[in-house]
């Protein structure tokens, strides 16, 4: 059986989680405020991303 990769919300610890909620709600927020480029909200996507990444290195060392 082929084993799912991807990282859940259960996957993040608590400080993770909130983080994520947190870094969600900014995006949101400044959604609001872009001019269609999208590129207003490319450092809150990388550090989202970075925490995604830490979550799943910590999934595949299980």
Same mark, same amino acid.
């Given at each position: 059986m082929a084993s799912n990769n !991807?990282? %859940?919300?259960?996957?993040?610890?608590?400080? &993770? $989680?909130i983080h994520m909620v947190s870094l969600i709600a900014r995006m949101a927020k400044r959604s609001l405020a872009d001019d269609g480029s999208g $590129?207003? =909200?490319? !450092? =809150?996507?990388?550090?989202?991303? %970075?925490? &995604? $990444? $830490?979550a799943q290195r910590r999934k595949d060392a299980k």
């Open positions: !991807d990282v %859940r919300f259960s996957d993040f610890t608590t400080g &993770e $989680k $590129k207003i =909200l490319d !450092d =809150l996507k990388a550090k989202a991303e %970075r925490i &995604e $990444k $830490k």
